[in-house]
């Protein structure tokens, strides 16, 4: 089986990069701009350029080559189609945050599955607790705000949301230095910066109203995927799992 040569592999990212970017500015300009006060064609625009931006990435995620495994290429992009469930449903006229919950939960879980194929759980283990240390803070000075229905599913939610952070940043560090470095690194980075993202939606919708709340909540949600597809891509000289 042939794979793309170096400078195939240097465009594999760039191709979609331009669309992508425009449809995520699209996602977070309609967010950005929409409102009561708003005319309707903003609204839309989010509605549109949302889930297409999701699409694009898991399309990417998905034709990268060559990939660390079959298996991981495989779940990272289950995880991305049910992250576009749930963007569905959080963008949805009507309150639909618990099945947008539930969907990004499954989300995790399918990450979490990912980066558990070349490293152990919480082979590092202050990566994990870091994480967990993390999701608790922050609980804990958003508890007072939460309505009493949420509790079961936002703790649930939470832990699996750190344990997922905690893992790709655990990978990280153990396979620092070698082969998968980089790939790991990436998952990392997008697993960390999937935190920030929902840590700003919770802090945003429970809390306190974040200026610009659109941009900072999308632009790392997008930043998040776009770091996990890269980590799809095997670099010379890392090793291939079945």
Same mark, same amino acid.
């Given at each position: 089986?042939? &794979?793309?040569?170096?400078?195939?592999?240097? +465009?594999?990212?760039? %191709?979609?990069?331009?669309? $992508?970017?425009?449809?995520?500015?699209?996602?977070?300009?309609? *967010?950005?701009?929409?409102?009561?006060? *708003? *005319?309707?064609?903003?609204?839309?625009?989010?509605?549109?350029?949302?889930?297409? @931006? +999701?699409?694009?990435?898991? !399309? @990417?995620?998905? /034709?990268?080559?060559?990939?660390?495994?079959? /298996? &991981?290429? /495989?779940?990272?992009?289950?995880?991305?189609?049910?992250?576009?469930?749930?963007?569905?449903?959080?963008?949805?006229?009507?309150?639909?945050? $618990?099945?947008?919950?539930?969907?990004?939960?499954?989300?995790? $879980? #399918?990450?979490?599955?990912?980066?558990?194929?070349?490293?152990?759980?919480?082979?590092?283990?202050?990566?994990?607790?870091? #994480?967990?240390? &993390?999701?608790?803070?922050?609980?804990?000075?958003?508890?007072?705000?939460?309505?009493?229905?949420?509790?079961?599913?936002?703790?649930?939610?939470?832990?699996?949301?750190? #344990?997922?952070?905690?893992?790709?940043?655990?990978?990280?560090?153990?396979?620092?230095?070698?082969?998968? *470095?980089?790939?790991? /690194?990436?998952?990392?980075?997008?697993?960390?910066?999937?935190?920030?993202?929902? +840590?700003?939606?919770? !802090?945003?919708?429970? %809390?306190?109203?974040?200026?610009?709340?659109?941009?900072?909540?999308?632009? +790392?949600?997008?930043?998040?995927?776009? #770091?996990?597809?890269?980590?799809?891509? %095997?670099?010379?000289?890392?090793?291939?799992?079945?």
């Amino acid at each position: 089986m042939s &794979y793309p040569s170096i400078a195939d592999k240097a +465009t594999s990212f760039r %191709r979609p990069g331009l669309p $992508v970017g425009l449809l995520a500015f699209g996602a977070i300009l309609g *967010a950005v701009l929409a409102g009561p006060l *708003a *005319a309707d064609g903003w609204q839309w625009l989010h509605w549109i350029c949302k889930p297409l @931006t +999701t699409v694009l990435i898991a !399309w @990417t995620a998905w /034709r990268m080559a060559p990939p660390l495994s079959e /298996r &991981y290429r /495989r779940w990272i992009v289950i995880g991305m189609l049910f992250s576009l469930v749930g963007d569905i449903f959080l963008m949805l006229p009507q309150d639909a945050f $618990v099945p947008g919950l539930v969907a990004f939960l499954f989300a995790h $879980v #399918c990450f979490i599955r990912a980066v558990l194929d070349d490293a152990r759980f919480a082979a590092r283990p202050w990566a994990l607790l870091v #994480c967990l240390a &993390y999701a608790a803070l922050n609980l804990w000075l958003l508890w007072p705000s939460l309505p009493p229905a949420l509790y079961a599913p936002v703790v649930v939610y939470v832990v699996v949301l750190a #344990c997922m952070a905690g893992q790709a940043a655990s990978r990280a560090w153990w396979h620092a230095g070698d082969a998968l *470095a980089v790939p790991a /690194r990436w998952a990392a980075a997008g697993a960390l910066l999937f935190m920030l993202s929902d +840590t700003l939606i919770a !802090w945003n919708r429970f %809390r306190l109203a974040i200026p610009w709340a659109a941009l900072w909540i999308l632009a +790392t949600y997008y930043a998040a995927l776009w #770091c996990l597809a890269r980590s799809i891509q %095997r670099v010379s000289g890392a090793g291939r799992h079945a």
